[in-house]
Nanobody, 120 residues
Framework: QVQLVESGGGLVQAGGSLRLSCAASGSDFSSDVMGWYRQAPGKQRELVAT???????NYADSVKGRFTISRDNAKNTVYLQMNNLKPEDTAVYYC??????????????WGQGTQVTVSS
């Protein structure tokens, strides 16, 4: 059983910054990919950023240059540093972990979400 707990969300003004954290715990598992998704009201969930265990990163075009994803493998934690926040960044942000299980594919785990609200 794997548990993902997000923290760091809140209310900020446009141009401000927040740092989200997601701590993974439970039985032994491989956090091959850790990342963040978000879902705004009335919209589908979308990928924000991912980072592999080797450090390769991927970002949505809308957040490139403003957000930075990182991970601490010793703590099994992934972070999302969000700078120059815009009102359109307002959403519930979800932590995600992908574990390679060989021929069975990739097993996905999800956090419960943390609210980020950016005011103008």
């Amino acid at each position: 059983q794997v548990q993902l707990v997000e923290s760091g969300g809140g209310l900020v003004q446009a141009g401000g910054s927040l740092r989200l954290s997601c701590a993974a715990s439970g039985s032994d598992f491989s956090s091959d990919v850790m990342g963040w998704y978000r879902q705004a009201p009335g919209k589908q969930r979308e990928l924000v950023a991912t980072v592999t265990i080797g450090g390769s990163t991927n970002y949505a075009d809308s957040v490139k240059g403003r957000f930075t994803i990182s991970r601490d493998n010793a703590k099994n934690t992934v972070y999302l540093q969000m700078n120059n926040l815009k009102p359109e960044d307002t959403a519930v942000y979800y932590c995600n972990v992908g574990s390679n299980v060989g021929r069975l594919g990739i097993r996905l785990y999800w956090g419960q979400g943390t609210q980020v609200t950016v005011s103008s």
